[in-house]
């Protein structure tokens, strides 16, 4: 079985398990502001498992790839750390607030760059503003046949054999490789990757490449941000709860009453 | 003419509920932009359910027929509708945010060069620039976002449930058929089986009872399916649910996940068993008519939209619940 | 005639003796050699220093045998029976080799009081042996384990002794020396058999007699005789050695020639089974099997032939996750007789699991990404950390212009956690109640980093570390007191440069009492019974602190658990257990509080968050009812120190 060459675009987005308070949304300059620690899309480090786990099997080179106006390398150390070998940055303030397409894009420049590949694996949606459109038209961009919510990947000799998942169950599809893959999370959790592990890659200091725009070969015209015309907060979720209080049987009782009186 | 095109989809032959929503969706835009509303159906055969659009009281409905358009290849579908837009030259595109519209809007979006905003819960037309105003919640549902982008057609997929259906009305539209111009040459991914997995239709449920991470173990489940079966005595469709993260764990399968990633649903009682109410679950569930929390730990999101919360572990209250309910009916 | 043996009486081709001795001694060093080279391949960056005192203690271990005495009186007389039967022996026969080759004076007087000796020793290995046997297979002790290797040892040690004692009678009973009433033993035997057929038999039984010592000689590294060396070996070793404080360099979690020695040392007593509150809970963990697999691994990765000890070839080198259950509560070196830490060992496990990153349970997993993003374990979030101080008036040492002489520094779990905040609480006001000037670090308050050290993520307890060094120099802070035993041993044994003192809390209101700042006025009527924290009693030795503050309060009336001072059982909270949810037959937790049921206590004391947790819940889960309830020294002081009535919940 030949080696093969994945790239895996992971995106940096702030904890989405952060709690709802530790956000909060400016109307005025349009902005939602999460006061939580940086962290990898979770379906990106869905995606980057599934890209392990192809490397184990097969052998070959995972390069990642993330963009943003600011990506922390301490975030994205932990890709290599997980078993990639090449991390790039792609940073530039022209990325801030990008839209889907724009960010394809500047993407599909940046992995022409990388040049040979067999593989683009990303998440099916990231786990800030879920639109779940940059792997698609990033494959589209790129000229690739496309596959969206896979759930097992398996390569052969050249093609790629992916398990998506459809209403029905799923379905198994295969498509000659270079092709781009959209991951989700039956693929796997991402292994546990040790403190220890990543500290000691950080003092053994790599210099992480870092491309601009320009590097990158994207124009400014082809950036375009967010269209947001307004930004408001959801309406109140909340509700009045009722706790009961007691021992455990008196609560339960309760309960069961409440359940009696909607039936 | 100005035309709001709506993408239906046939589900069985006839025309699925979903695509009467966002016919709602586009007599609305219609109307604002002084135009009309139109409907394509693509398969191998859709003339039961383009007969049934009509009945809904579109200006037009496209037939797109041939028989590589049989079940649902991707890249044929996007191929044909992509020449399809470039015939018609819509204003405005709509597609529901469901399995079809997911893979194929991004690509869509890709090939016609037009911005798409996705799952989308309210649309409009701006007076001003005639653009579209897509509404649409953002930061896993912290907030609510209103995007406006050039391009030509407008491309949105809109949100299961939120748009009132269509009436039955005036059949006074026209059919007008277009030939796809694709072959096999086009079928980049090929289809090698389609293997069918018993699935649960959690949004066909009256009761759901939802168990994540506070379960700490498979077992959890277990206690769950007992309430179940007890709260199945007073109710009919009582169903497990679970949140992402017991899916990752590998306790349930994913076709039980409530949530953003999972299937959205508004039950009458919904009770959450050791879930913290991450805001992407959150979403899934909120509507239900009431909901339950039983949890540890008192802080927690679940709570603050809950009806009633039990702060005790789980292990303690469901079987003592499961008593009582036992007692009761 | 003058008292005497004659040597090799009757024995013909002589030259085989040799030939047979040779060999086992070939066979005895090659085996010991094996070991000397699977210890040097896996030495590491560990020597071997030199230590008069540490050669000091071994050998009073070793010839008084102080440790197994001290563990187990029978066990520990039946081990000096036999190890003193049986170097006195072995000393007796190197003796008579001398006399035979080098210069002969076993005659006369020394070779009565020679012949008595042996007969004595001969006797005490044989009631040492017997008795060996009895507590292996009639009473059945439990830690013993009855394998072939287990019984075929004693059993050989016995037939020698018996074939010895045959022999001699054999001897005795054909050459009828005058003096023969002075091997007393022999001198029995002998009346058993007619003089002729003695003679006639004694050749045959000789080599038989000598087969079996032989053999038995070269048969030491091949199986768990090997701790006649490796023992000694391995308490000189933990004796002489410096502690190592592990860090996150390369090979930290590999083990070293310590390791190894301690491996080989143990003779798979099960000591350290019996007092492991893991095993004692049905949980599937032991440390004697952890230990005897690790051994297993080490000697397949460095020995060149494999694991000599052939008798345990087909045992278990897999341990699967089963070293996720150690509570690394020290109950083990407490009693090993060869000073074996299996809790460091579980550790390095640990580390090369955590390295790996497949082998972590996934619980653990997302603690530790919650201590990493949140500097805590329980919440994702930073904010709510000194939230129970919110309506208390408390100096917070990170605002501008706050200054106190102490910091309490209050802890992950008793911040976050209900039941643990309780002791916050009690603590800062017993701490005003002593005219204390102190103040906290509010929610810039890091994690000691103590469940990285326990679970085997040394980076995530560097940063951590890194971030309570730079506050506390940031905010000048030098004296600093602690509610957790875990905090408090992590700071005071695993922050070497550290720049601050470090105390727990008992220490610190022993001191408060004995300098008249805390006056009992209340005092307290009840009984009460003290669960000693592992973190505290154990590890850190202090045993009396507590025990002084609470027999300082009035009305007290303190029991003793039969589990107490260094033989505490754990609750189960330790070793990154809060995080997880491991459990055997029974919950180690409720083990411990029907223990304490048992005394008649009113009140379970404790000074620990985790213990206090564990305990509570498991008091509820056992279905113990108020007024059995489980409190925190602090809350208890208090109690006693307030003037209002404060003697019910």
């Known amino acids: ?263 | 003419m100005s035309e709001v095109l709506i993408l239906g989809e046939v589900k069985e032959g006839s025309l699925d509920l979903k695509s009467l929503e966002l016919l709602g969706a586009g007599k609305k835009l219609a109307s604002e932009l002084g135009g009309k509303v139109a409907l394509l159906l693509m398969g191998a055969s859709v003339t039961k359910a383009a007969d049934e659009a009509l009945s809904h009281g579109p200006a037009k409905v496209y037939k797109m027929e041939h028989p590589l358009l049989e079940g649902f290849k991707p890249d044929l579908w996007v191929a044909a509708l992509e020449q399809a837009c470039r015939k018609i030259g819509p204003k405005v595109f709509l597609m529901g945010h469901s399995f079809v519209g997911m893979e194929v809007a991004p690509r869509l979006s890709a090939r016609l060069n037009s911005r798409l905003t996705t799952d989308c819960i309210d649309l409009s037309m701006d007076p001003e620039d005639g653009l579209l105003l897509r509404t649409k919640p953002v930061s896993g549902g912290n907030a609510i976002s209103v995007f406006k982008f050039e391009g030509e057609p407008q491309l949105a997929t809109v949100r299961a449930k939120v748009f009132v259906a269509a009436e039955p009305g005036d059949a006074t539209g026209a059919m007008e058929e277009i030939t796809p111009e694709i072959d096999a040459s086009m079928i980049k991914v090929e289809s090698i089986e389609i293997v069918e997995e018993e699935s649960v239709a959690l949004d066909k449920a009256s009761v759901v009872v939802a168990g994540g991470a506070g379960l700490g173990e498979e077992d959890g489940f277990e206690l769950l399916e007992e309430l179940a079966e007890a709260l199945g005595e007073s109710f009919d469709n009582v169903m497990i649910g679970c949140s992402r993260v017991a899916v990752d764990k590998g306790w349930i399968s994913s076709d039980h996940q409530v949530g953003l990633t999972g299937t959205m649903i508004s039950p009458d009682i919904y009770v959450a068993v050791g879930i913290s109410g991450a805001i992407q679950h959150l979403v899934g569930m909120v509507h239900a008519k009431k909901i339950i929390a039983i949890n540890t730990d008192k802080s927690c999101n679940m709570f603050k939209v809950a009806d009633y919360g039990i702060v005790e572990d789980y292990e303690d209250v469901i079987p003592a619940l499961v008593e009582k309910l036992e007692e009761l009916s | ?649």
Not at chain 1, 46 to 70: F, H, M, P, R
Not at chain 1, 105 to 118: E, I, Q, S
Not at chain 3, 536 to 557: K, S, T, Y
Not at chain 3, 559 to 566: A, I, K, L, N
């Open chain 1, 1 to 263: 079985m030949t080696e093969i060459k994945i790239i895996v675009c992971a995106k940096q987005i702030p904890d989405p398990e952060a709690p709802l308070s530790d956000v909060r949304v400016d109307a005025e300059k349009m902005e939602v502001i999460v006061d939580a620690p940086l962290v990898i899309s979770p379906f990106d480090e869905n995606a980057l498992e599934a890209a392990v786990q192809l490397k184990e099997a097969v052998g070959g080179k995972i390069t990642v790839l993330s963009l943003g106006k600011k990506v922390s390398d301490t975030v994205l150390r932990k890709t290599i750390a997980a078993g990639g070998d090449e991390l790039i940055l792609l940073q530039d303030d022209q990325f801030e607030n990008l839209d889907s397409y724009s960010t394809a894009a500047a993407l599909a420049d940046a992995v022409r760059k990388v040049g040979d590949y067999d593989l683009v694996l990303t998440g099916r949606q990231a786990g800030d503003w879920d639109s779940g459109q940059v792997g698609l038209i990033l494959g589209e961009m790129l000229g690739l046949p496309c596959i969206s919510l896979a759930r097992a990947i398996q390569v052969e000799e050249g093609s790629v054999v992916v398990e998506k998942s459809i209403p029905e169950g799923y379905e198994r599809v295969k498509t000659q490789m270079p092709a781009l893959i959209t991951v989700s999370n039956e693929v796997g959790e991402l292994r546990y990757i040790s403190r220890t592990k990543m500290l000691k890659m950080m003092r053994g200091s790599r210099k992480i490449p870092t491309w601009n725009a320009d590097e990158i070969g994207i124009s400014s015209d082809a950036l375009q941000k967010m269209g947001i015309a307004a930004l408001s907060s959801p309406p109140d979720m909340g509700r009045d709860c009722q706790i009961f209080e007691g021992s455990v049987d008196d609560q339960a009782e309760k309960l069961a009453e409440v359940f009696m009186g909607l039936k």
């Open chain 3, 1 to 649: 005639m003058t008292p005497s043996r004659v040597m090799f009486w009757q024995i013909e081709h002589i030259w085989i003796f040799y030939v047979l001795a040779t060999l086992s001694t070939v066979l005895f060093l090659g085996g010991v050699a094996v070991y000397i080279l699977v210890w040097k391949k896996s030495a590491g960056s560990r020597s071997v220093p030199f230590s008069a005192d540490a050669l000091k203690k071994m050998l009073l271990d070793v010839f008084l045998g102080r440790r197994l005495i001290e563990g187990d009186v029978a066990a520990g007389l039946m081990h000096l029976l036999i190890f003193w039967g049986f170097l006195v022996l072995f000393i007796g026969t190197s003796v008579l080799a001398i006399h035979h080759y080098v210069m002969s004076f076993l005659v006369g007087t020394s070779h009565l009081v020679f012949s008595f000796a042996m007969e004595l020793a001969g006797l005490m290995l044989l009631t040492g042996i017997i008795w060996a046997l009895i507590r292996r297979y009639l009473q059945r002790v439990p830690r013993l384990e009855r394998r072939l290797e287990d019984a075929l040892v004693p059993l050989w040690l016995l037939l020698i002794v018996l074939s010895g004692f045959i022999l001699e009678g054999l001897r005795l009973s054909s050459q009828q020396p005058a003096w023969a009433a002075w091997s007393f033993v022999g001198f029995w035997v002998g009346s058993l058999f007619s003089p002729a057929w003695a003679e006639a038999f004694y050749p045959a039984c000789w080599w038989i007699h000598t087969l079996f010592c032989l053999s038995f000689i070269a048969l030491i590294p091949y199986t768990k005789l090997f701790h006649i060396l490796g023992a000694p070996a391995a308490i000189y070793f933990q004796s002489s050695a410096e502690p190592v404080l592990l860090g996150i360099e390369d090979g930290a979690g590999e083990f070293d020639l310590g390791d190894a020695i301690f491996f080989d040392g143990c003779m798979r007593c099960g000591r350290c089974v019996a007092s492991c509150p893991s095993a004692g809970a049905g949980e599937p963990f032991a440390p004697r099997d952890f230990v005897q697999a690790m051994r297993r691994n080490l000697w397949q990765e460095h020995s060149p032939v494999g694991d000599i000890r052939f008798m345990s070839r087909n045992e278990e080198t897999k341990v699967d996750e089963n070293f996720w259950y150690c509570t690394t509560c020290r109950a083990c070196l407490e009693v090993c007789p060869v000073y074996g830490a299996t809790f460091e060992v579980v550790i390095k496990k640990r580390m090369l699991a955590v390295e790996e990153g497949t082998q972590v349970p996934k619980l653990l997993n997302q603690t530790l990404e919650k201590l990493f993003k949140y500097n805590n374990p329980w919440e994702s979030s930073k904010k709510k950390r000194g939230a129970w101080a919110d309506d208390l008036d408390i100096v917070n040492l990170t605002k501008r212009g706050a200054e106190a002489d102490l910091c309490y520094f209050v802890g992950c779990t008793t911040s976050f956690d209900d039941t643990a905040q309780r002791i916050a609480r009690s603590f800062s006001a017993v701490l005003n109640a002593a005219g204390v000037n102190f103040g906290i670090l509010g929610k810039k308050e890091p994690c000691c980093g103590d469940i990285g050290r326990r679970v085997g993520e040394l980076g995530l307890f560097e940063e951590q570390k890194e971030g309570c060094e730079k506050l506390f120099e940031k905010y000048d802070i030098t004296d600093l007191v602690t509610s957790s035993p875990h905090c408090f041993h992590t700071f005071k044994n695993e922050y070497p440069e550290a720049q601050f003192r470090a105390r727990h809390y008992t220490l610190m209101l022993q001191e408060l009492i004995a300098g008249g700042k805390l006056k009992f006025k209340k005092g307290f009527e009840g009984k009460v019974t003290y669960h000693d924290p592992c973190y505290l009693g154990r590890h850190n030795r202090i045993f009396d602190e507590p025990r002084d503050v609470i027999r300082a309060i009035p009305g007290i009336n303190l029991v003793e658990m039969p589990h107490h001072r260094e033989d505490s059982l754990c609750c189960g909270g330790g070793g990154g257990r809060m995080w997880q949810d491991l459990q055997g037959d029974v919950k180690m937790s409720e083990v411990r509080i029907r223990e304490a049921e048992a005394t008649g206590a009113e009140i379970v004391i404790t000074a620990c968050p985790l213990c206090l947790i564990m305990l509570e819940d498991a008091r509820k889960a056992a279905g113990f009812k108020e007024p059995f309830r489980v409190m925190d020294l602090n809350e208890l002081v208090l109690q006693a120190l307030e003037e209002k009535e404060a003697n019910n919940e």
